[in-house]
């Protein structure tokens, strides 16, 4: 490929980064390998091609000469006589795992299993009354989870016994396997099948745990709930969750929060709002009425000429913000309610209120418009 541009080989544009180039390469590898393409020679020598772009723009010194001058002048001979130098895909940060379908290797991907192990995250629902989600409660809440077993302290074997190293894959957990082709040595990376990638076999496993290093156990857990939290809330308890393996660190316990509806109260952010119901009489003369709240009753002076759906705030008498200070206010809906039956003193008292007004009876008032003014 001399004088031939490198880059475009690999689909990039010149001045690429190295993890940009590598990204390309692995990617076309893939698809143009020979194991996965036999007999095609179009895609065989396009995979000569995508790799000898890339030992020179994987190489700083050569793709430096290469951005340079625009050529990279070797040894004449191309890239060694077996035509890619023993290119070894294993050493590209687990790149032997994506061609491990190539090469006949039994899944699993040749992932190492004898790491620390981070457990999952559990999940819980825990339920609150109205009055328990602005004030904040401690609830007391039962899980099962994974743990360490106490019998072998999470080692899986008998107690006195311990773990043996694989004889297979000398504790790594892994099995290398080197092959020829006509376009060079490939080494491809498997997990090893007599232990099963944990790098250790247990001869005599635990009679508690049966050789899993870990148990089921059901706990029961505190948690204190902060006052202002609402449906939809989640508090996340760190460190509560499945004990890891090979000790590696727990997981979470996210605790999801559902508040059951009040009956009295309407809850709208950290406002609270409620409604009033007062008669005609007292909307238009005022009225002093007694409002709950979910500090306890307040008194609030309605003033005379109040309109039906008027609304009252009361200040600070909502919901707390949580984890912070100050709260929201209470709105009050005041409901003028209008009889729907008079007796005839009732009757005869209203007749007379809107004579008084300059009002008659089964006649409608309205505010003349432009027309009435212009006749």
């Known amino acids: 490929m001399a004088n031939k541009d490198y880059y475009a080989a690999l689909g990039l544009e010149k001045g690429a980064s190295d ?26 020598n396009k995979f000569k091609e995508i790799n000898e772009a890339y030992q020179v ?37 687990g790149f032997g795992d994506i061609f491990e379908s190539f090469f006949g290797g039994g899944g ?36 099962n989870r994974s743990e360490s077993c ?7 074997a008998k107690a006195g016994t311990s773990k043996k190293t694989c004889p297979t894959c000398s504790g790594t957990g892994q099995i290398r396997t080197q092959r020829q082709t006509p376009l060079g040595s490939f080494v491809s990376t498997t997990t090893c099948n007599n232990c099963g990638g944990s790098g250790s076999i247990i001869e005599e496993p635990c009679t508690t745990c049966h050789g899993k290093g870990h148990v089921r156990k059901n706990r029961k857990i505190k948690v204190n709930i902060p006052a202002g939290v609402d449906t939809g809330n989640v508090m996340p308890l760190r460190g509560q969750g499945d004990h890891g393996t090979n000790d ?32 005609m009489g007292n909307a238009a003369l005022g009225v002093e009425i007694t409002v709950p709240t979910v ?7 309605v003033p ?32 003028v309610d209008i009889p729907k039956t008079l007796n005839d003193k009732q009757k005869d008292a209203l007749r007379a209120f809107m004579e008084a007004c300059g009002e008659k009876v089964g006649e409608t008032t309205h505010k003349k418009g432009l027309k009435d003014l212009f006749k």
């Open 57 to 93: 723009l994987s190489d700083p010194e050569k793709k430096e000469r290469y951005d340079k001058f625009g050529t990279v002048d070797f040894d004449g001979s191309g890239f060694g006589s077996g035509g890619f130098g023993g290119f070894d895909f294993s050493d590209m940060g």
């Open 108 to 143: 699993g991907g040749g992932r190492r299993r004898n790491g620390p192990q981070r457990g999952s995250d559990l999940e819980y629902t825990v339920n609150l009354t109205f009055e328990e989600a602005v004030f904040g409660v401690e609830k007391e809440i039962a899980i």
């Open 248 to 279: 590696g660190p727990p997981g979470d316990l996210y605790v999801r929060i559902n508040v059951s509806p009040s009956k009295k109260f309407v809850r709208k952010g950290n406002d609270i709002y409620y409604d009033t119901h007062i008669s």
């Open 150 to 156: 106490e019998t072998c302290r999470g080692t899986g």
């Open 19 to 44: 993890e940009e180039i590598k990204k390309a390469f692995r990617k076309l590898a893939i698809k143009y390998h020979p194991d996965k393409n036999q007999g095609d020679k179009e895609a065989e």
């Open 295 to 301: 500090d306890g009753d307040v008194k609030y002076s």
């Open 304 to 335: 005379a000429g109040t309109q039906s759906g008027t609304l009252f705030r009361l200040k600070g008498k909502g919901v707390p913000r949580v984890n912070s200070s100050g709260r929201g206010d209470q709105y009050v809906k005041v409901i």
